[in-house]
């Protein structure tokens, strides 16, 4: 059992350091402590969700959607990377997609569609399910809150051009989801 918890906490750390690398993004956007609360709670709950529905999913369906997922990840955080680019190149305070409401949805999801492939495998294996949950959900959290907080003390020290490091961020690891960084390095 603690070989079981102690591979589960490795994977959980491994998928929650996309958390912490987009949170160090959205942490450059002016936030209060109750939001980044409200951001890690919310994507530990999507590495709940996401991979209880793998799970759920069955055998059939992993070769489908374990590739769909890292590309619609990957899309989803090029377009929030290069929103907040736009954002902070024009210079204006206000963003249109911010971690907040359908921002936060879109954010948390695209964080934890990885947990969903993972998941399925899982699930085929017959991992202990609360075990595998409980792991992934804390290991989120905890990973998300470490770079949005992080993220909040470079955006103190870079002033207005946080949010174009944010959004460079974004756009990067998004980049490499998508695999596009082998036709350029």
Same mark, same amino acid.
Do not use: N
């Given at each position: 059992?603690?070989? $079981? ?9 491994? #998928? !929650?350091?996309?958390a912490? @690398?987009?949170?160090? !993004?959205? !942490?450059? &956007? ?6 980044? &609360? #409200?951001?890690?709670?919310?994507? +530990?709950? &999507? ?8 799970? =759920?999913?069955?055998?059939? #369906?992993?070769?489908? &959607? /374990?590739?769909?997922?890292? %590309?619609?990840? /990957?899309?989803?955080l ?13 210079? @204006?305070? $206000? @963003? ?26 899982? +699930?085929? %294996? ?19 809150? =470490?770079g949005?907080?992080? +993220? ?8 207005? %051009? ?14 490499? #989801?998508?695999?596009? $960084?082998?036709?350029?390095?």
């Open positions: 059992m603690m070989g $079981e918890l102690f591979a589960l906490m490795s994977m959980a750390f491994a #998928l !929650g350091m996309d912490f @690398s987009i949170g160090l !993004g959205m !942490g450059m &956007f002016r936030m209060g402590w109750r939001r980044v &609360f #409200l951001i890690g709670i919310t994507v +530990g709950v &999507f590495h709940i969700l996401m991979p209880l529905l793998g799970m =759920a999913g069955g055998r059939f #369906l992993s070769g489908t &959607f /374990g590739t769909f997922a890292g %590309y619609a990840g /990957g899309i989803l090029m377009i929030l990377g290069i929103q907040m680019l736009i954002t902070g190149l024009k210079g @204006s305070g $206000e @963003s249109l997609i911010a971690p907040v409401g359908f921002g936060l949805i879109v954010f948390a999801l695209s964080v934890s569609l990885d947990s969903f492939s993972v998941g399925l495998t899982l +699930g085929i %294996y017959g991992a202990k399910t609360v075990m595998v949950l409980v792991c992934f959900g804390t290991a989120a959290a905890l990973l998300t809150w =470490a949005l907080l992080l +993220g909040k003390k470079v955006q103190g020290m870079l002033g207005k %051009y946080s949010v174009i490091l944010g959004g460079a961020i974004l756009f990067a690891f998004g980049f490499k #989801l998508l695999g596009l $960084e082998r036709f350029f390095f």
